[in-house]
């Protein structure tokens, strides 16, 4: 069963509260958005996940908070990606012209930490498809 959990705006977000609900709700699991809430909180959250036992899937540049899995590619890569658009255009390029592009190497990061905090051996068929572990 899915379900989502609102934060009301201009409060500070009660994610120990919605993970708690979450467990009462027999959740299995958590993914996380990127959002102005979630990644400035991405340490809160990934704590709160750890304290109800709860595994995430987190956006790639939440790699460094706890969560047990992220994926995606990096912002930060993709904003140097733009800053090469933002100079071509700058020295004359017409925007029409300059090719679009999509995302190459989107990572799959594995926190072996979180893993065994959860008691999770997870299959080889996932475990193949990692790309970076975080001890």
Known sequence: ????????RGLHPDFDGAFD?????SVDAVVVLST????????????????????TLSPRDHDDAGSLMCYGTSFAALT????????SIL??????DLPVETVRQPELILNRRAARALGLTLPASVLSQVTRVVE
């Open 91 to 96: 020295k004359g390029a017409q925007p029409g």
């Open 21 to 25: 609900a979450a467990k009462k709700d």
């Open 36 to 55: 102005p809430v979630t990644t400035p909180h991405r340490t809160q959250i990934a704590v709160a996940a750890a304290k109800h036992r709860l595994p």
């Open 1 to 8: 069963m899915a379900r989502t959990f609102k934060v009301a």
């Open 80 to 87: 140097r990606r733009a800053a090469g658009y933002v100079d």
